[in-house]
C-alpha cells in the first residue's frame, strides 16, 4: 500500500496523468497550461484520499470539498473564457480517471483495486455534487451564474435521464423530482408530487417518522448523509419497496435545500433472500448427506453386529450336533458345555443391541421414562464397581474406587445409572491393555455429584471427544476393527444423563487413558421416601453385567 500512496502523493506525476487524460479528451491548449493544471489541488485531493482510505477522512466534510472546488473553478475563469457545468464535470471527470488510472496501474489484488477505486468515485461524487452547488450559489462571479443558465437545462435533462430518483426538499415539501421520483412513488409525472411531503406519499408509522427526521436533520448539520436502506409502503397501490437513498445539502433556487438520491434495491434484497435460501437449503442438504452416510455406516455395522453372534451361535449348534451324532469323540461333555456358553454370550450380545436399539427409539419418541427414586447414589455406585471386580479381574486389570463422601442421597433411577455405569465400564475394558487400570471416583460438589470413570487404556483423540456421543458414531468404523460395538452406546448413555438433568464429556486435560466425566445435580423428591429397594447387587446386576459386557472376547 505504501507504493500506491506514493504515486497517489506524485503531484507531478498525477498532473502528467490529468494533462493526458485531457488531451485524449479533446481539450485545446487553452486547458493544458501548467498553471490550469493546479499542483497545490492535487496535493490537497491526493491527503483526502489517502485518509480517506485510512479511514480518517469524513466525506461529509463539506469544507475541504467546497476549498478544491473553489480554486479549481478560479483557475477555469482565469484561463477559459466560456465555462459552465459540462466544462466543469468535464474537468472533474479527468482527474477522477486520472487517479483511478493509478489504481489500475499497480499490481494489486482486485478486490483491493476495487475498494480504493470506489473511495476515489465516491470522493469525486461528493466533490462534483459540491462543485455544482458552489456554482449555482456563487454570486459574486456573473460568469459563473450565466454559464450556469445556459446549462440548466443539460444539468435537468441529466437528472431526467438518471435511472435513480431524485428528489429536493424544502421545508419538508418536494420542490424538485425527475421522472424516475415520480415513478418510484407511483406516480407518471414529476409534477403530481410537487408540494407534497414523504408522509403525505408514503404510509409510515410511529416509529420511522422521528427517525426520518431525525436523519434529515444530521444531512442539515453535516451536509451529508452515507447510504440508508429504508422499507417502504406507497399510498398510491400500496406496494412496499426497498430503498437505499444517500442525502446531502445543496442550494437550489438560492435555499439551502435537502437532496436525496433514492435507488429501488428491492430486487438486490430479492436475490439476497434468495441467496439465503439457498445458502440453508445447502447447509440443509449437507446435513442429510452426512445424516445418510451415517446411517448407512450404521446400518453396515448393525449387519455386522447381528452376523457376527449369528454365526457364532450356528456354528456352536454345528458343533453340539456333530459331537452329538458321534460318541466317540473324547470330552463330549465339556465341549458341549464350551459351545453352550459361546451361544449365550451372543444371545447376550443380540439381547444387548436389540435393548439399546429399543430404548434409543423409545427416546427418539419420547416413550422413554426415568423412575426416580431418592437412594444413596454413593452406596449404588460402588455397588456396581464391586459387583464387576471379578470380571474386571479375569482380564488381568485392576479396578478402583474412591469417594470423597460417604452417603449422598438424592433423587435418580438406580437402572438407568447402571446401565450407564456397566456402558462406560464395558468401555473401557475393551481399551485398556493388559495390566491396566480403571478408576471409578466420586466427587461431591454440593450441588452437583461428579462421578468420573478413568482408564489407562489407548485413550481418545481429541478431534473425536464430541462425536463419540453422537449416535452411529465410533472411533474405529472399519469392519475389521478389533473392537465390537455398534456406535449407539455412548448415545444412549448421553441421552439417559441428560434425562437426569445432567451431563457427560470426556475430560481433555487427560492425556494418558481416557476419562468419562458425569454431572447430575442434586435433587430430592419431597413426597417420597427414601429408599435403596431395588439397589443391591444381586441377580439383577449379575444379568445385566453379562448383557452390557457380552462383546468383549477374551
Same mark, same amino acid.
Given at each position: 500500500?505504501?507504493?500506491?500512496?506514493?504515486?497517489?502523493?506524485?503531484?507531478?506525476?498525477?498532473?502528467?496523468?490529468?494533462?493526458?487524460?485531457?488531451?485524449?479528451?479533446?481539450?485545446?491548449?487553452?486547458?493544458?497550461?501548467?498553471?490550469?493544471?493546479?499542483?497545490?489541488?492535487?496535493?490537497?485531493?491526493?491527503?483526502?484520499?489517502?485518509?480517506?482510505?485510512?479511514?480518517?477522512?469524513?466525506?461529509?466534510?463539506?469544507?475541504?470539498?467546497?476549498?478544491?472546488?473553489?480554486?479549481?473553478?478560479?483557475?477555469?475563469?482565469?484561463?477559459?473564457?466560456?465555462?459552465?457545468?459540462?466544462?466543469?464535470?468535464?474537468?472533474?471527470?479527468?482527474?477522477?480517471?486520472?487517479?483511478?488510472?493509478?489504481?489500475?496501474?499497480?499490481?494489486?489484488?482486485?478486490? #483491493?483495486?476495487?475498494?480504493?477505486?470506489?473511495?476515489?468515485?465516491?470522493?469525486?461524487?461528493?466533490?462534483?455534487?459540491?462543485?455544482?452547488?458552489?456554482?449555482?450559489?456563487?454570486?459574486?462571479?456573473?460568469?459563473?451564474?450565466?454559464?450556469?443558465?445556459?446549462?440548466?437545462?443539460?444539468?435537468?435533462?441529466?437528472?431526467?435521464?438518471?435511472?435513480?430518483?431524485?428528489?429536493?426538499?424544502?421545508?419538508?415539501?418536494?420542490?424538485?423530482?425527475?421522472?424516475?421520483?415520480?415513478?418510484?412513488?407511483?406516480?407518471?409525472?414529476?409534477?403530481?408530487?410537487?408540494?407534497?411531503?414523504?408522509?403525505?406519499?408514503?404510509?409510515?408509522? $410511529?416509529?420511522?417518522?422521528?427517525?426520518?427526521?431525525?436523519?434529515?436533520?444530521?444531512?442539515?448539520?453535516?451536509?451529508?448523509?452515507?447510504?440508508?436502506?429504508?422499507?417502504? =409502503?406507497?399510498? =398510491?397501490?400500496?406496494?412496499?419497496?426497498?430503498?437505499?437513498?444517500?442525502?446531502?445539502?445543496?442550494?437550489?433556487?438560492?435555499?439551502?435545500?435537502?437532496?436525496?438520491?433514492?435507488?429501488?434495491?428491492?430486487?438486490?434484497?430479492?436475490?439476497?433472500?434468495?441467496?439465503?435460501?439457498?445458502?440453508?437449503?445447502?447447509?440443509?442438504?449437507?446435513?442429510?448427506?452426512?445424516?445418510?452416510?451415517?446411517?448407512?455406516?450404521?446400518?453396515?455395522?448393525?449387519?455386522?453386529?447381528?452376523?457376527?453372534?449369528?454365526?457364532?451361535?450356528?456354528?456352536?449348534?454345528?458343533?453340539?450336533?456333530?459331537?452329538?451324532? $458321534?460318541?466317540?469323540?473324547?470330552?463330549?461333555?465339556?465341549?458341549?458345555?464350551?459351545?453352550?456358553?459361546?451361544?449365550?454370550?451372543?444371545?447376550?450380545?443380540?439381547?444387548?443391541?436389540?435393548?439399546?436399539?429399543?430404548?434409543?427409539?423409545?427416546?427418539?419418541?419420547?416413550?422413554?421414562?426415568?423412575?426416580?427414586?431418592?437412594?444413596?447414589?454413593?452406596?449404588?455406585?460402588?455397588?456396581?464397581?464391586?459387583?464387576?471386580?471379578?470380571?474386571?479381574?479375569?482380564?488381568?486389570?485392576?479396578?478402583?474406587?474412591?469417594?470423597?463422601?460417604?452417603?449422598?442421597?438424592?433423587?435418580? $433411577?438406580?437402572?438407568?445409572?447402571?446401565?450407564?455405569?456397566?456402558?462406560?465400564?464395558?468401555?473401557?475394558?475393551?481399551?485398556?491393555?493388559?495390566?491396566?487400570?480403571?478408576?471409578?471416583?466420586?466427587?461431591?460438589?454440593?450441588?452437583?455429584?461428579?462421578?468420573?470413570?478413568?482408564?489407562?487404556?489407548?485413550?481418545?483423540?481429541?478431534?473425536?471427544?464430541?462425536?463419540?456421543?453422537?449416535?452411529?458414531?465410533?472411533?474405529?468404523?472399519?469392519?475389521?476393527?478389533?473392537?465390537?460395538?455398534?456406535?449407539?452406546?455412548?448415545?444412549?448413555?448421553?441421552?439417559?444423563?441428560?434425562?437426569?438433568?445432567?451431563?457427560?464429556?470426556? #475430560?481433555?486435560?487427560?492425556?494418558?487413558?481416557?476419562?468419562?466425566?458425569?454431572?447430575?445435580?442434586?435433587?430430592?423428591?419431597?413426597?417420597?421416601?427414601?429408599?435403596?429397594?431395588?439397589?443391591?447387587?444381586?441377580?439383577?446386576?449379575?444379568?445385566?453385567?453379562?448383557?452390557?459386557?457380552?462383546?468383549?472376547?477374551?
Amino acid at each position: 500500500m505504501e507504493k500506491l500512496y506514493g504515486y497517489i502523493n506524485n503531484t507531478q506525476y498525477l498532473k502528467s496523468k490529468i494533462t493526458n487524460n485531457m488531451k485524449n479528451d479533446g481539450y485545446s491548449s487553452d486547458y493544458l497550461q501548467d498553471k490550469f493544471i493546479c499542483s497545490s489541488v492535487i496535493k490537497k485531493m491526493s491527503k483526502c484520499i489517502v485518509d480517506c482510505i485510512e479511514g480518517n477522512y469524513n466525506l461529509g466534510n463539506e469544507a475541504v470539498h467546497a476549498e478544491i472546488s473553489y480554486i479549481i473553478i478560479n483557475n477555469m475563469l482565469k484561463y477559459i473564457d466560456e465555462v459552465n457545468i459540462r466544462v466543469i464535470m468535464g474537468i472533474f471527470k479527468c482527474y477522477r480517471k486520472s487517479y483511478i488510472d493509478v489504481v489500475l496501474e499497480e499490481n494489486f489484488a482486485e478486490k #483491493n483495486k476495487l475498494r480504493i477505486t470506489n473511495y476515489i468515485e465516491r470522493f469525486f461524487d461528493k466533490l462534483e455534487m459540491v462543485a455544482c452547488s458552489e456554482w449555482v450559489v456563487s454570486s459574486k462571479e456573473k460568469k459563473i451564474e450565466d454559464a450556469l443558465r445556459e446549462s440548466g437545462n443539460l444539468y435537468r435533462n441529466l437528472l431526467e435521464v438518471m435511472p435513480d430518483a431524485v428528489y429536493v426538499h424544502s421545508e419538508g415539501k418536494i420542490v424538485y423530482a425527475n421522472k424516475a421520483g415520480a415513478n418510484l412513488m407511483g406516480y407518471l409525472e414529476p409534477k403530481e408530487i410537487l408540494g407534497k411531503s414523504s408522509y403525505d406519499l408514503l404510509e409510515i408509522d $410511529d416509529y420511522n417518522k422521528p427517525l426520518i427526521k431525525q436523519q434529515d436533520d444530521i444531512t442539515m448539520r453535516k451536509g451529508y448523509l452515507p447510504p440508508v436502506e429504508r422499507k417502504y =409502503s406507497r399510498k =398510491s397501490d400500496g406496494k412496499s419497496l426497498d430503498v437505499e437513498t444517500t442525502s446531502s445539502v445543496i442550494s437550489y433556487e438560492e435555499e439551502k435545500t435537502i437532496l436525496h438520491i433514492t435507488r429501488d434495491i428491492s430486487e438486490r434484497k430479492r436475490i439476497e433472500f434468495l441467496k439465503q435460501k439457498v445458502r440453508q437449503k445447502t447447509h440443509l442438504l449437507n446435513k442429510t448427506i452426512e445424516y445418510n452416510k451415517l446411517r448407512t455406516e450404521f446400518f453396515a455395522n448393525i449387519s455386522h453386529e447381528l452376523r457376527t453372534p449369528l454365526n457364532m451361535i450356528l456354528g456352536s449348534i454345528q458343533l453340539i450336533k456333530v459331537i452329538d451324532n $458321534d460318541q466317540r469323540l473324547i470330552s463330549s461333555n465339556i465341549k458341549v458345555k464350551k459351545y453352550i456358553s459361546i451361544i449365550k454370550q451372543n444371545c447376550y450380545r443380540l439381547v444387548r443391541l436389540v435393548d439399546n436399539l429399543i430404548d434409543i427409539t423409545k427416546i427418539d419418541a419420547g416413550y422413554l421414562e426415568i423412575n426416580l427414586q431418592n437412594a444413596d447414589i454413593v452406596k449404588v455406585v460402588e455397588d456396581i464397581a464391586l459387583s464387576v471386580v471379578e470380571y474386571v479381574e479375569s482380564k488381568g486389570l485392576e479396578i478402583i474406587f474412591d469417594t470423597d463422601i460417604e452417603e449422598k442421597y438424592m433423587a435418580f $433411577d438406580a437402572d438407568k445409572i447402571e446401565r450407564i455405569m456397566l456402558n462406560l465400564i464395558s468401555n473401557a475394558i475393551k481399551f485398556t491393555k493388559l495390566g491396566g487400570q480403571i478408576y471409578i471416583n466420586i466427587y461431591d460438589k454440593q450441588n452437583t455429584i461428579v462421578i468420573t470413570v478413568r482408564d489407562t487404556g489407548i485413550g481418545i483423540p481429541l478431534q473425536k471427544h464430541k462425536e463419540i456421543f453422537e449416535r452411529f458414531i465410533q472411533v474405529d468404523k472399519s469392519l475389521s476393527r478389533k473392537r465390537e460395538g455398534s456406535g449407539i452406546g455412548l448415545a444412549l448413555v448421553k441421552s439417559l444423563v441428560e434425562m437426569h438433568g445432567g451431563k457427560i464429556y470426556v #475430560n481433555k486435560e487427560i492425556t494418558k487413558g481416557s476419562e468419562f466425566v458425569i454431572e447430575l445435580p442434586v435433587k430430592v423428591l419431597d413426597d417420597m421416601k427414601e429408599s435403596n429397594e431395588n439397589c443391591n447387587v444381586g441377580e439383577n446386576y449379575i444379568e445385566r453385567i453379562k448383557v452390557e459386557f457380552s462383546d468383549i472376547y477374551s
